[in-house]
Nanobody, 127 residues
Framework: QVKLVESGGGSVQSGGSLRLSCEGSGFGLSRYCMAWWRQAPGLKREWVGAIESDGTASYADFVKGRFSISQDNSKKTLYLQMDSLKNEDTAMYYC?????????????????????WGKGTLVTVSS
């Protein structure tokens, strides 16, 4: 059974950092397109970034230079390093997997294309 579990969320001051983790079970994360999404209260879910099976990462413009995606294949864990956090980064963050694309992330990703989702971890950034 495929399962994704996020952790690492919390409250942080503007300018601070957090590292989110997404632990997968039931499948190998490194074989698929893995992505981070977020949803702020009252807003649509938006794509944050993704990493392909060869390690190539892509990011939404609003996080470029501040967020970084990596994965530890031995631990079956995906990470999202978030630096220089802003108040507007406050959201529930989700990891998701697209298993039907052969390890490629065809941008722009749409949430309907993702096959598996975690339940999310909340990030709150305040001044």
């Amino acid at each position: 059974q495929v399962k994704l579990v996020e952790s690492g969320g919390g409250s942080v001051q503007s300018g601070g950092s957090l590292r989110l983790s997404c632990e997968g079970s039931g499948f190998g994360l490194s074989r698929y397109c893995m992505a981070w999404w977020r949803q702020a209260p009252g807003l649509k879910r938006e794509w944050v970034g993704a990493i392909e099976s060869d390690g190539t990462a892509s990011y939404a413009d609003f996080v470029k230079g501040r967020f970084s995606i990596s994965q530890d294949n031995s631990k079956k864990t995906l990470y999202l390093q978030m630096d220089s956090l802003k108040n507007e980064d406050t959201a529930m963050y989700y990891c998701a997997a697209e298993v039907s694309s052969g390890g490629y992330c065809y941008l722009p990703l749409v949430d309907d294309a993702m096959d598996y989702w975690g339940k999310g971890t909340l990030v709150t950034v305040s001044s």
